[in-house]
Structure formats: C-alpha cells, structure tokens
C-alpha cells in the first residue's frame, strides 16, 4: 500500500533560518512525488515536483529512493512561508489522470 | 480564468439528512476528482472522473456516497443519511487528461453534520 508520513506537526523556525519538512513514503513502484502547500484561507496548491527539478519560492526537494524520502528545504526561511505543507505521492490512473495519496501535513511557522 | 469553483463552501446539516455538494472544475479539464479531509489529516481520495464516467471511486467510503458528473463538466458528490462522521472538507480538484498534468484544487466544501 502507498502511504506518505510527514512526522512533524508543527515546526517553528525563527526567520532566517533553515528549514527541512520531512516527508518518507512507501510504495512498490516508481512514485512520483509532490509538495502541496496552503497558505491561510487560500486553496491547496502544487509547490513544486520532483520530476521538474525546479526551485520554486526558493523551496527544493531531492528524491532519495534508497531513504525514500522527499524532503523539502529552504536554506533561509521568510515570514509568508508560514503555511501548512502536505508532501504527496502518486499513483497514475492509466493514461489518464493521477491519484494522489497525502501525507498529514506539516505546519510552518516563521516567527519574526 | 476562474479556477475550480466549488459551492456551497459551508453546509450545516442534521444527521440522516440527504446532500449535495457541487463542482465546477477548470473549463477543458477532462479529469476530476473528490478528495475528502478531516480536520488534522490529509486529504483523502474519493472517487476519479474522466470525461463523464468514474474511472475509479474505490476511495466512496460507503454507498451512502455517489457522485456524478454527466456532461463531462459540473459534477456533484450525493451523501445520502448523514451522519456526524461525513463531517469533513469536501474538496474538488481538476487537470487536463494525462497522468503528468498538474491538479489545480477548489476551496473546498465544510461539511458539518449535527
């Protein structure tokens, strides 16, 4: 079965500094995984994915098969990222669509 | 454009009572999906529409929850005799067909049932 942990609830950091949300999953074939993230009253939306390699809002994550984590860091964390995080894994419907399967989510908050 | 418009965003019921929940996804996405979540969990996967069929619902929790989407556009996710436990986010989501595509999410229906 696919499942997706994010061990942390809460993290606090004060602005400036480092920040790491964890994420570690399972699943038996080639995952494809995601960062989802929600900022106050606003919808969830995609942050970044590991295939596009991208670095978004100064976010990165790396896939480690062997750990099987996709953890996101950001070397200086600022205010507005405060926010809940939810890591995500997908599963591909066919050719058509995608299931994804969320992690419980972590709360960032960046205090001043 | 406007992005995934779901309605109503607050719906306070009473237990055993029937709802509705509706979706209006992004105009040309093909895919569409309910997800539900409860309040300090992730949202969970109800059911996958491509086109007009459901091309998966093996998340529906029970036959108490149906959803259709019978134009291939608007869908609506049906609970019939609610309980307290159905209360949750009821949250829509839509992409263009293709499993690469992103999925753009609503801002979800709060469901509670009294």
């Known amino acids: 079965a696919q499942r997706v942990t994010q061990p942390e609830k809460l993290l606090s950091v004060f602005k400036g500094a480092p920040v790491e949300l964890k994420c570690n999953y399972s699943?038996?074939?080639?995952?494809?995984l995601f960062w989802y993230v929600q900022y106050s009253r606003q919808r969830l939306q995609l942050l970044l994915r590991?295939?596009s390699r991208e670095s978004i809002k100064g976010f990165t994550a790396d896939l480690n098969k062997g750990e099987t984590s996709f953890h996101l860091k950001k070397p200086f964390a600022q205010e507005e990222d405060s926010a809940m995080y939810y890591c995500?894994?997908?599963?591909?419907?066919?050719?058509?669509?995608?299931?994804?399967?969320f992690g419980a989510g972590t709360i960032l908050r960046v205090k001043s | 454009g406007a992005g995934v418009s779901q309605t109503p965003s607050n719906k306070v019921t009473e237990k055993g009572k029937y709802v509705e929940l509706r979706c209006d996804p992004i105009?040309?996405?093909?895919?569409l999906y309910w997800y539900r979540q409860s309040l300090g969990q992730g949202p969970e996967f109800l059911i996958y529409?491509?086109?007009?069929?459901?091309?998966?619902d093996s998340g529906l929790p029970n036959d108490r929850f149906f959803a259709v989407r019978p134009e291939g556009s608007v869908s609506t996710l049906k609970i019939q005799r609610t309980e307290r436990g159905d209360s949750a986010v009821y949250l829509c989501?839509?992409?263009?067909?293709?499993?690469?595509?992103?999925?753009?999410f609503g801002e979800g229906s709060w469901l509670t049932v009294v």
């Open positions: 590991h295939i």
């Open positions: 105009s040309g996405h093909t895919a």
């Open positions: 529409f491509q086109g007009t069929g459901a091309a998966d």
């Open positions: 995500a894994l997908s599963r591909g419907l066919g050719s058509y669509g995608n299931k994804l399967v």
């Open positions: 699943y038996s074939g080639s995952p494809e």
């Open positions: 989501a839509s992409s263009l067909g293709g499993s690469g595509n992103t999925i753009y």
